[in-house]
């Protein structure tokens, strides 16, 4: 079998299409992975075939966050451009004769791809975004709805890809040459065949859905055997208890500076010691002390199982590192679906509620403290997570989906 797996985003949107596309490799397949051009490295250490997508849009992401609503405005007039010539990348993908399409819904393309070639198309979803249910609201809906509204929520996430419809309509119709009717990615995905990358024991299905839209669990690389921490690192997790971890990720706050006095505050009321990852520029602490060490990012698989609580913006990718580590979470949302994270890891019993509101070093560090007290409820969950393979499960999906097909 030879599926194309699309995918497009940050680091975090792509990492689980590599482990995805090593698992096919395993299984005797032959994937070829389309992401981010920048991402090449990383798939080609995993030996994982890869086709390059453009990634202005990263760039942009980056120049823009921090700088206030003008520039986003100001920005928001490349974004059709850039997003017409990621679509012609994946336009070019078709050369390729696959048997599947494995996307995802940032691709914006995926599904198309596939109607061009007259194959199967598959949406593989980090997160729960198209499939409606009465049992919880969509998880990108900022507001808390009562319970008889959970299904009417699902119509924001169909909204969020119409601001890009006519462009993908136009690049359906002049690069792929499809003349029939258009129908958007939520409409397809609904209708269509789904893997939700995730675990069970985070996010169970529903029973409004079907079987086969049951989650995976989740699409995990195996660790970096190979990586060593920096001296520094390797010397403060030795010199004392094990650490409070905090990063946001490539979450961004309007002042990063005071965050990160903040968090220092926090660890500090508690008598504790504390790693801070700096990542996309969520903290921007001064020079660290011998309390608290600061870098720019380390792998999780690595760091969070030497840690003793982790603080982060509750992005499912951090969220998933966290539970296999087994390390009790204090999750401080900022956008998206990262409070609807931050409800389930608490209804859990792995999480303290979210630090949400105002930010306070007295409201982290006791939110840090009653985390603390949930590190057995943690293991015991990291313990159930570990009997999942994800990855397996989803390929053999895609096996049974594709040769089921006339």
């Not at 981010?36 to 760039?59: K, T």
């Not at 900022?142 to 601001?163: F, G, H, I, K, M």
């Not at 490539?250 to 968090?263: K, N």
Request: hydrophobic content about 50%; proline content about 9%; charged content about 20%.
């Amino acid at each position: 079998m030879r599926p194309l797996l699309i995918t497009a985003g940050s680091r975090g949107d792509v990492q689980p299409y590599i482990a995805l596309a090593r698992g096919l490799l395993a299984a005797g397949h032959t994937p070829l992975l389309a992401a981010p051009r920048r991402l090449a490295s990383l798939a080609a250490e995993h030996g994982v075939e890869f086709a390059s997508l453009n990634d202005e849009m990263l760039d942009l992401q980056h120049s823009v966050k921090g700088q206030g609503v003008r520039a986003a405005i100001t920005a928001a007039r490349s974004v059709k451009p850039m997003m017409r010539r990621l679509l012609d990348d994946q336009a070019a993908l078709a050369a390729c004769r696959p048997d599947v399409v494995v996307y995802h819904p940032k691709s914006l393309g995926g599904p198309y791809v596939a109607e061009k070639l007259g194959v199967p198309a598959i949406a593989g979803l980090l997160l729960p975004l198209y499939l409606p249910t009465t049992a919880f609201p969509s998880p990108i809906l900022p507001l808390r709805l009562p319970r008889v509204l959970n299904q009417v929520s699902w119509r924001v996430t169909s909204a969020v890809e119409a601001p890009y419809r006519s462009t993908v309509r136009a690049w359906r119709d002049e690069a792929l040459g499809l003349k029939g009717a258009f129908r958007p990615m939520a409409d397809l995905i609904r209708e269509g065949a789904v893997l939700h990358a995730w675990s069970p024991h985070l996010l169970p299905a529903p029973a409004d859905w079907p079987a086969a839209a049951h989650p995976t669990g989740f699409w995990t690389l195996p660790a970096d055997e190979a990586w060593r921490p920096p001296e520094p690192l390797a010397r403060f997790l030795e010199e004392g208890d094990p650490p409070v971890y905090v990063g946001f990720g490539s979450s961004v706050g309007g002042d990063p500076e005071a965050l990160a006095a903040t968090v220092v505050e926090a660890v500090r009321l508690l008598g504790r010691r504390a790693v801070l990852a700096t990542g996309w520029g969520a903290l921007r602490p001064g020079a660290g002390a011998g309390d608290v060490l600061v870098i720019e990012e380390a792998p999780h698989d690595w760091l969070l199982p030497r840690v003793a609580v982790a603080v982060h913006h509750g992005g499912v990718g951090t969220v998933a590192a966290a539970l296999r580590a087994g390390v009790p979470q204090v999750v401080r949302p900022f956008l998206g679906d990262q409070p609807f994270w931050a409800a389930r890891l608490h209804d859990l019993g792995v999480a303290p509620a979210a630090v949400a509101g105002r930010f306070t070093a007295e409201g982290l560090a006791a939110a840090i403290e009653n985390a603390a007290e949930l590190a057995p409820a943690a293991h015991m969950l990291a313990e159930r997570v570990a009997a999942e393979d994800g990855v397996a499960t989803a390929v053999a999906r895609i096996a049974d989906y594709v040769g089921s097909r006339p």
